[in-house]
């Protein structure tokens, strides 16, 4: 585990310094804090809709560490984690991977990152035995990397791409409005 760990360590070291080339580098991205000190990150009105949907999937992290704090069934959380990650998370990462990912630099560390948390995160979402450690590893990944996404990725999109480019997208953006799944809320 100390190797597979050193190795991921070594690879978010790398597209930190290359973040850091490009002036890219907003600070530490390891603090995923909800408390953000700084002001709202500007996003250019293509990537606004996603932002939105970013605000709904950090919130089943929270609902998840709402529901371990209050002794929850661990069944009833994984039930609604498997409900958001079916109906929104999983055309999300399809959607950003068919519009916004090829937009990043072939061979890119943000590229590489980006492809493997997204992999990383549908395996924990359809793992089934241990759905403690899923859940908790879920909670963690998915909020470190939306984080990611609109810190570092975001960033460099908006600075490298041109008005066409934008615009060329504009079409593509389809926001699909969030429902809560008010069956068992277990998080209030």
Known sequence: MFFTESIYIFGFLSIINEAKSKSLYCGPIINTSSK????????????????????????LCWKIRTGFRKKVATERIKKYADWIFGNYIRSHFEFEEKYIF???????????????????LTRLFQKKDDPIR???????????HIRFEERIVFADLQDRLDKEKWNSLEGEIVEKKFKENTEDEFWV
Do not use: T
């Open 36 to 59: 953000m000190g700084n002001k709202p990150l500007k996003r250019h009105k293509v990537l606004q809709p996603i932002s939105r949907e970013h605000h709904y999937h950090l919130l």
């Open 102 to 120: 090829p937009l990043l630099p072939k061979g890119s560390e943000l590229l590489k990152k980006v492809l493997a948390d997204h992999r990383r």
């Open 134 to 144: 899923s859940l908790s590893r879920i909670e963690e990944e998915l909020e470190s």
